[in-house]
């Protein structure tokens, strides 16, 4: 089966620049999942979204960060506007369900670097 | 809250030895718990998971982990390592109740030398 999509694989934009990232999940995945992860760190989850509808944006710097998965499917994470503390991998990732047990599957990331 | 501690940021083995990377975990309910590869610009791969059941589990490229209640590890093994084997490994721990976030510690990276 075809894996985690995300485009692009690498960006770079000035600081209070604006940026966008897509991820299309597996198919038949009903969740997606977007993860932040800064260099020399695990990946800290920023929202969950199960079909369409937000399940947790605790983490989500909801000031400059916005998510969207309109159709249940693919998803686009902006960031308005950028700082240099965002300097990190952006990883997708999707399962099937919401249950403990699912695996999630990830996608290779986009590394943003900001100047 | 749940929480991981891997310790030891890097981990250098000799082609063939024993590998061993530690994870501790804290839940105040049974934890499920996994163990993810990520290889340079690439993202996470599952290894291997805990959930219920067997507390030794097997997963893939050889690598084993044991959920151990009474010291709250879970550390991941591999008796003879391979070059292909050096990557970051990443231990997750995420609670079996209610919803509860995947909790990633912060890595180990694995050096491996011929």
């Known amino acids: 089966e075809a894996g985690v999509a995300q485009s692009p694989r690498y960006k770079i934009i000035e600081k209070r620049q604006s940026v966008a990232f897509w991820c299309n999940p597996i198919?038949?995945?009903?969740?997606l999942y977007w993860y932040q992860q800064i260099l020399g760190q695990g990946p800290k989850l920023l929202i969950q979204?199960?079909?369409?509808?937000?399940?947790?944006d605790s983490q989500l710097p909801k000031d400059r960060f916005s998510a969207e998965r309109l159709k249940g499917v693919d998803s686009t994470l902006k960031i308005q506007p950028a700082k240099l503390e965002d300097s990190a991998v952006y990883l997708c990732a999707s399962s099937q369900g919401t249950g403990s047990n699912q695996p999630q599957h990830f996608g290779d990331g986009t590394r943003l670097s900001i100047l | 809250a749940q929480s991981v501690t891997q310790l030891g940021s890097h981990v250098s083995v000799s082609e063939g030895a024993l590998v061993l990377l530690r994870c501790n975990y804290s839940s105040s309910v049974p934890p499920y718990l996994f163990w993810y590869v990520q290889y340079p610009n690439q993202g996470l791969q599952l290894l291997l998971k805990y959930t219920t059941g067997a507390t030794l589990v097997k997963g893939i490229n050889g690598f084993e982990a044991e959920f151990k209640k009474s010291e709250t590890s879970f550390h991941l093994t591999k008796p003879s390592a391979h070059m292909s084997d050096a990557a970051e490994y990443f231990c997750?721990?995420?609670?079996?109740?209610?919803?509860?976030?995947?909790?990633f510690g912060t890595g180990t990276r694995l050096l491996v030398s011929p």
């Open positions: 997750a721990v995420r609670t079996n109740t209610g919803f509860q976030k995947l909790v």
């Open positions: 979204f199960q079909n369409n509808g937000v399940v947790d």
């Open positions: 198919s038949g995945h009903a969740t």
